[in-house]
């Protein structure tokens, strides 16, 4: 598994209410509208789950030091027809740090909590056009099982 020549440094660390206006910016930086309000009321909705964890990277040191680099959300996923298993739900490195270990650091952290959970696989979705994206994630050791459309219905 390759690295990034030039690492970032940063604390993994779950997320706080502190952190939301950030986590909000970044989703915004992956055109996903989000409002501190609305980060608030969703991680509110998490918060009673032990199937759910969102953890930040906050940066250490520099211009930049304190702030949130990126976030991972996870869960587990329960089925009929296969073992439960993590999941990725989102994750977002800022665009002034990527390429940097951020990233790498963030999944590695939401892999140990799926081992915690007893999890034996973790998975996640990525846009098709996140070429980049799709990259990173094979060199961190994820492999590319299916192809699939989504569909949804607002309710």
């Known amino acids: 598994m390759s690295t ?9 660390r779950t997320a706080l209410a502190e952190d939301y206006p950030q986590m909000a910016e970044l989703s915004r930086q992956l055109g996903y509208e989000s409002t501190a309000d609305d980060v608030a009321a969703r991680m509110a909705a998490m918060r009673e789950s032990a199937e759910h964890a969102v953890f930040v990277a906050e940066l250490v040191g520099g211009q930049i030091g304190g702030q949130i680099g990126g976030w991972i959300g996870a869960f587990v996923l329960r089925s009929v027809e296969a073992e439960a298993r993590a999941e ?3 994750l977002v490195v800022d665009a002034r740090v990527r390429s940097k270990g951020v990233g790498q650091r963030l999944l590695e952290r939401a892999e140990k909590w799926a081992r915690e959970k007893k999890c034996g696989t973790i998975g996640l979705r990525t846009n098709v056009v996140r070429e980049r994206a799709h990259i990173f994630y094979e060199r961190q050791g994820y492999r590319h099982t299916k192809t699939q459309r989504s569909y949804r ?3």
């Open 4 to 12: 990034p020549s030039t690492q970032f440094e940063c604390t993994i």
């Open 88 to 90: 990725v739900s989102g």
């Open 153 to 155: 219905k607002e309710l």
